[in-house]
C-alpha cells in the first residue's frame, strides 16, 4: 500500500516560520510531481506550490518569495519551507504525488494525497 504522509503543521504567530514535510512510503517505483494544496475554512482546496519534472517550481502568487518548496528524491519526501507567515495563510495543508507503485506485480500511476497538516497562524 502506498501512501502520502505529512507533518510539521502547528501554531505559530504572525511573522514565523514553519517547515512541512512529506514523505512517501510503499512500493513506489517513481514519483514524477509532488506539490502543496491548502485548503482553508469555507473555501476550496488551491495549489500553494509544486515542483514538475526535475527543477522547475511553481507557486501560487501570494506565497511568492515567502514558501520554498524542495524534494529528496532518495527519500521520496517533498518540503515546504514556509517563512513570513500571515493569519491568511491558516488553512490544512496537503501534499500531493503523482506515484507510480507495483501492486501485485502490476504497475499503477496515479495522484495520491496525504491527509493533510494543520497550519495555524495567529495575528
Known amino acids: 500500500q502506498v501512501q502520502l504522509v505529512e507533518s510539521g503543521g502547528g501554531l505559530v504567530q504572525a511573522g514565523g516560520s514553519l517547515r512541512l514535510s512529506c514523505a512517501a512510503s510503499?512500493?513506489?517505483?517513481?514519483?514524477?510531481?509532488m506539490g502543496w494544496y491548502r485548503q482553508a475554512p469555507g473555501k476550496e482546496r488551491a495549489l500553494v506550490a509544486e515542483?514538475?519534472?526535475?527543477?522547475?517550481?511553481n507557486y501560487e502568487d501570494s506565497v511568492k518569495g515567502r514558501f520554498t518548496i524542495s524534494r529528496d528524491y532518495a527519500k521520496n519526501m517533498a518540503f515546504l519551507q514556509m517563512n513570513s507567515l500571515k493569519p491568511e495563510d491558516t488553512a490544512v495543508y496537503y501534499c500531493?504525488?503523482?506515484?507510480?507503485?507495483?501492486?501485485?506485480?502490476?504497475?499503477?500511476?496515479?495522484?495520491?494525497w496525504g491527509q493533510g497538516t494543520q497550519v495555524t497562524v495567529s495575528s
Open positions: 510503499g512500493s513506489i517505483v517513481s514519483i514524477r510531481d
Open positions: 515542483i514538475i519534472g526535475p527543477n522547475r517550481a
Open positions: 500531493k504525488a503523482d506515484v507510480t507503485y507495483v501492486d501485485r506485480f502490476e504497475h499503477f500511476e496515479r495522484d495520491l
